[in-house]
Nanobody, 122 residues
Framework: QVQLVESGGGLVQPGGSLRLSCAARGSIFSIYLMGWYRQAPGKQRELVATMTKSGTAKYADSVFGRFTVSRDDDKKMVYLQMDSLKSEDAAVYYC????????????????WGQGTQVDVSS
């Protein structure tokens, strides 16, 4: 059983910073891709930032230069450092992993976290 547990959401003023963390828990051999999506009210879920096992990062244009994704494979964690936050960044942020293996011979699976709320308001 694999679970993704997010933390770090909350209320921040415009221009402020937050750091989201996501821990992948369970019997995990490796994870190909780890990252974050977000969903604002009335909008579709969208990619924010992801990072592959080799360290290749991908960002949404709207957050490029303000957000930084990182991962710690030893701890099975992914982080999202969010700086210069704007009101339009307010959303539920979801941790996402792709290509998770519980053993070297197993099948790959993808998982979503439960989400953490980020509010940006003065």
């Amino acid at each position: 059983q694999v679970q993704l547990v997010e933390s770090g959401g909350g209320l921040v003023q415009p221009g402020g910073s937050l750091r989201l963390s996501c821990a992948a828990r369970g019997s995990i051999f490796s994870i190909y891709l780890m990252g974050w999506y977000r969903q604002a009210p009335g909008k579709q879920r969208e990619l924010v930032a992801t990072m592959t096992k080799s360290g290749t990062a991908k960002y949404a244009d709207s957050v490029f230069g303000r957000f930084t994704v990182s991962r710690d494979d030893d701890k099975k964690m992914v982080y999202l450092q969010m700086d210069s936050l704007k009101s339009e960044d307010a959303a539920v942020y979801y941790c996402y992993v792709e290509g998770l293996l519980t053993s070297s011979w197993g099948e790959e699976h993808d998982y979503w976290g439960q989400g953490t709320q980020v509010d940006v308001s003065s």
